[in-house]
């Protein structure tokens, strides 16, 4: 018998570069399958200048729904631009593809990023060379997680350096990664120096995704990568990394402070400006204080320290 060809949604969207952090989210609440950002040939996304547009591009598998997906991605852009009246409203088109060839994809809309001071995330089949102290992080993403460039993973990449940076203690610093993805976040925090880290995730897909990438960068011997929800997670750390989402940071803050050892951070990301306050107030009433706040577009990055 012939074999099955996958069919796939291809969206493509242009739209103001402030509004791609939000389209993205909700195009991965979704359900796309990569979700990209075009860079133009030699580009990174650190030295090109701020264009007036963004193109696009998620990937949807194919659906006897996918009208009411295109409905649903419909009323949020109308949704969106009635926020910010004064951008202009983004445009999407759509078109079936068949069995494409998912590391090409990546290959074209991945490059090199600085998300730091520090810390540069390249792909591994892109070439950068480091200077002063750049710390390089090579990502193979697989099909469709996180390769540092949204807001929140930024946001918690900084908020982690400054505290790993600062502290001359790092090296026995015991570190847990929520929801791994990748494995981006327990990379850094491996290689700013900490001695111990444990990357979680419940989706069996990004554990295998990520225990590759902790081999690429030669940190296995510090990095664990487990398949296991937070809820029958154990132990007591000096840093919890939790770039979720703000419904499960609420629901969650009270075992994530509980793993938390006296003095110890937590970083939350993953926040939209809306539920920001309902995060903070939370975990402040919750046994931590508030250590620091960064914000960028519509997301927010608390680091708590528990008292």
């Not at 791609?20 to 990209?36: R, Y």
């Not at 225990?211 to 809820?231: F, K, M, Q, S, Y």
Request: net charge negative; with cysteine; proline share 5%.
């Amino acid at each position: 018998m012939p074999e099955t060809k996958e069919k796939w949604i291809e969206i493509t969207i242009l739209t103001p570069p402030e509004l791609t952090d939000a389209l993205s989210n909700f195009l991965e609440e979704l359900g796309a399958d990569g979700v990209f950002q075009e860079v133009g040939e030699g580009e990174t996304f650190d030295n090109r200048k701020p264009p007036k547009q963004e193109t696009m591009k998620a990937y949807l598998p194919w659906s006897h729904n996918i009208n009411k997906q295109k409905s649903r991605i419909e009323l949020y852009i109308d949704s969106v631009s009635s926020l910010f009246p004064g951008m202009e409203k983004p445009h999407f088109s759509t078109k079936t593809i068949t069995d494409p060839d998912w590391g090409e994809q990546w290959k074209k809309y991945f490059k090199p990023l600085r998300v730091s001071n520090n810390i540069i995330i390249k792909p591994t089949w892109e070439r950068y060379s480091p200077a002063g102290h750049d710390i390089v992080i090579d990502i193979d993403p697989g099909m469709a997680f996180g390769t540092g460039q949204h807001a929140s993973t930024m946001m918690c990449i900084m908020a982690m350096e400054e505290i790993l940076l600062k502290d001359s203690e790092r090296e026995a610093y015991e570190i847990l990664d929520v929801g791994t993805g990748t494995g981006i976040l327990a990379i850094c925090a491996a290689k700013l120096g900490a001695r111990m880290v444990t990357g979680i995730d419940i989706d069996t897909r990004a554990v295998e995704i990520a225990g590759t990438n902790i081999v690429i960068n030669g940190v296995e011997d510090r990095v664990e990568i487990l398949h296991r929800d937070i809820a029958l997670c154990k132990g007591s750390f000096d840093l919890i990394l939790a770039n979720l989402i703000s419904g499960a940071l609420i629901s969650l803050h009270s075992h994530l402070i509980s793993l938390t050892k006296p003095g110890g951070y937590i970083i939350a990301s993953g926040i939209t400006e809306q539920d920001a306050k309902d995060v903070e107030t939370i975990f402040c009433n919750g046994g931590a204080v508030l250590h620091e706040t960064r914000s960028e577009n519509e997301w927010v990055c608390y680091t708590f320290r528990k008292e």
